[in-house]
């Protein structure tokens, strides 16, 4: 079954099919390293978009530790005023 000519056709229509391969493998190197430069420039991408969201995420950190704190200072400010309007006035004239 091996040495029949069939057997002997199927097996160089392979030989032939991985040459071809080969051939354009190799006709279309400039393909190949095109697409490794794009990876390395994708690569290169994602970590600058790493970083900058990471930035993002920090600078959200502090305007919500700093919101925190005006939200304090804004509620000490009305409990003053609030001490004011219940027994200590003041003349407007001598501000």
Request: charged share 30%; net charge positive; glycine share 4%.
């Given at each position: 079954?091996?040495?029949s000519?069939k ?89």
């Amino acid at each position: 079954v091996l040495k029949s000519q069939k057997a002997i056709g199927v097996t160089l229509a392979i030989m032939r099919t991985f040459t071809k391969i080969r051939r354009y493998a190799i006709s279309h190197n400039e393909l190949v390293g095109q697409i490794q430069e794009l990876r390395q420039e994708l690569v290169q991408s994602k970590a600058w978009t790493k970083d900058r969201l990471s930035a993002v995420a920090d600078t959200i950190i502090i305007l919500e530790e700093s919101l925190s704190e005006l939200q304090e200072v804004v509620l000490d400010i009305k409990g003053a005023e609030e001490v004011e309007k219940i027994g200590f006035l003041r003349d407007k004239n001598k501000i």
